[in-house]
């Protein structure tokens, strides 16, 4: 990594030609992604990032002061192996009130500092 960025690692830099076709390309369809991003400002464009929480545990629950929501993520490069495992134990979670496939305490949302309030 020779900025400390996964993506410069891979080669992709942002700056060759065909690089920045894909990042305008990327840029111009955020908006059916989400219509808050339609006008937002680019401030970063990076490859390879994948999301992960401070501790590295993923966040698999009930999303902390919103009724009804819940939240799978921050599994990191390893989200594609544990999808199958994810999906069902939060499905049990939404449909049963628990999971029993794996105990999904060391996963809540609520062990962050943000969703406590701090």
Not at 17 to 25: I, K, M, Q, V
Not at 74 to 92: V, Y
Request: aromatic fraction near 4%.
């Amino acid at each position: 990594m020779r900025d400390g960025r996964p993506g410069a690692a891979a080669g992709f830099t942002g700056r060759r030609r065909g690089e920045r076709g894909l990042l305008r390309h990327a840029g111009a369809r955020r908006g059916r992604v989400s219509s808050a991003l339609a006008a937002a400002r680019i401030t970063r464009r990076q490859a390879c990032y994948r999301p992960v929480t401070d501790d590295g545990l993923p966040l698999i629950g009930r999303v902390p002061g919103v009724a009804g929501a819940y939240v799978a993520t921050g599994h990191g490069p390893w989200g594609i192996l544990n999808a199958p495992a994810t999906g069902l134990a939060l499905a049990e979670l939404i449909t049963e009130g628990a999971a029993s496939l794996v105990d999904l305490r060391p996963f809540d949302p609520a062990r962050l500092p943000a969703a406590r309030g701090g």
